[in-house]
T-cell receptor, first 112, second 113 residues
Framework: GDSVTQMEGPVTLSEEAFLTINCTYT??????LFWYVQYPGEGLQLLLK?????DKGSNKGFEATYRKETTSFHLEKGSVQVSDSAVYFC???????????FGKGTMLLVSP | DADVTQTPRNRITKTGKRIMLECSQT?????MYWYRQDPGLGLRLIYY???????NKGEISDGYSVSRQAQAKFSLSLESAIPNQTALYFC????????????FGPGTRLTVL
């Protein structure tokens, strides 16, 4: 079945540091890929998405590129802020768009 | 007002009790989902519904049941709660036209003693 593997956290960074959170997937067909973010005490919200190979999703300074050859969708940000502290989930939706499969989440802690 | 609401937000109950978690949405979406979140395990799908007459089991449906009372309402029940059902529960909705982007409620923190 489909699966998503993301790096374990927590990831601890200083403000303005470069962020990478790795995500790889296993799926049949051509899934769509997503990054969701969960701020403390809240539900998940969509951060960015990509629907086909080589697509780049971007939002709020975050980027991720759909790499079919390496089955990866790594999340990057050039300069993190304290307000980016949250849990980040990588997810995929199968070709039929029926359900989402989530990774286990990666906590990001950014200090001033 | 929030598009996806969950009640209650927090609940403490005892082993063996029946409990219902409720979800309402104003987004007009046909698809609704229930997940549980446990530390280190991410989100796992319990049940999902693509319309009022369609109910499907997810990855971890044992010990749970659901009811889709209307397009806007989707309830999750624990018939006889047990301590390992202590978790954070999320309801979500989606519109398949926009690539299954899911919109989440704020969550219900359930503790079973």
């Amino acid at each position: 079945g489909d699966s998503v593997t993301q790096m374990e956290g927590p990831v601890t960074l200083s403000e303005e540091a470069f962020l990478t959170i790795n995500c790889t997937y296993t799926a049949t067909g051509y899934p769509s890929l997503f990054w969701y973010v969960q701020y403390p005490g809240e539900g998940l919200q969509l951060l960015l998405k990509a629907t086909k190979a080589d697509d780049k999703g971007s939002n709020k300074g975050f980027e991720a590129t759909y790499r079919k050859e390496t089955t990866s969708f790594h999340l990057e940000k050039g300069s993190v802020q304290v307000s980016d502290s949250a849990v980040y989930f990588c997810a995929l939706s199968d070709t039929g768009y029926s359900t989402l499969t989530f990774g286990k989440g990666t906590m990001l802690l950014v200090s001033p | 007002d929030a598009d996806v609401t969950q009640t209650p937000r927090n609940r403490i109950t005892k082993t063996g009790k029946r409990i219902m978690l409720e979800c309402s949405q104003t987004k007009g979406h046909d698809r609704m989902y229930w997940y549980r979140q446990d530390p280190g395990l991410g989100l796992r799908l319990i049940y999902y519904s693509f319309d009022v007459k369609d109910i499907n089991k997810g990855e971890i449906s044992d010990g749970y049941s659901v009811s889709r009372q209307a397009q806007a309402k989707f309830s999750l029940s624990l018939e006889s709660a047990i301590p390992n059902q202590t978790a954070l529960y999320f309801c979500a909705t989606s519109d398949p036209v926009i690539l299954n982007e899911q919109f989440f409620g704020p969550g219900t923190r359930l503790t079973v003693l």
